[in-house]
């Protein structure tokens, strides 16, 4: 059975900075694209970011082009998002997903694995 866990969210004020980190069981980790996806209250969800088994191939969607960076690391079965620069539009409830399609294009969950979620709340 495969989990996906996210951790890391919190409250921040603008401008600063939080790191969510996601570990993946049940999966070969280092087999799978890995990405990040994010839903507001009211809104859809979107994809966030996106990184391929080996790291050769990474989006990230253009709002937190600049602010957000995408890694992971094989050995320890995690991935993480470090989110700097956070503004208030960044609230949301952050998910981790497991074999998604990952492309320099875009990101898709559809038949991936997927997390409960962290909060990230940004006040202004």
């Known amino acids: 059975q495969v989990q996906v866990v996210e951790s890391g969210g919190g409250l921040v004020q603008a401008g600063g900075s939080l790191r969510l980190s996601c570990t993946a069981s049940g999966l070969t980790f280092g087999q799978h694209a890995m990405g990040w996806f994010r839903q507001a209250p009211g809104k859809e969800r979107e994809g966030v970011s996106c990184i391929s088994w080996n790291g050769g191939t990474t989006y990230v969607t253009d709002s937190v082009k600049g602010r957000f960076t995408i890694s992971r690391d094989n050995a320890k079965n995690t991935l993480y998002l470090q989110m700097n620069s956070l503004k208030p539009e960044d609230t949301a409830m952050y998910y981790c997903?497991?074999?998604?399609?990952?492309?320099?294009?875009?990101?898709?969950?559809?038949?991936?694995?997927w997390g409960q979620g962290t909060q990230v709340t940004v006040s202004s």
């Open positions: 997903a497991a074999d998604v399609k990952c492309t320099i294009l875009k990101v898709s969950g559809d038949f991936a694995y």
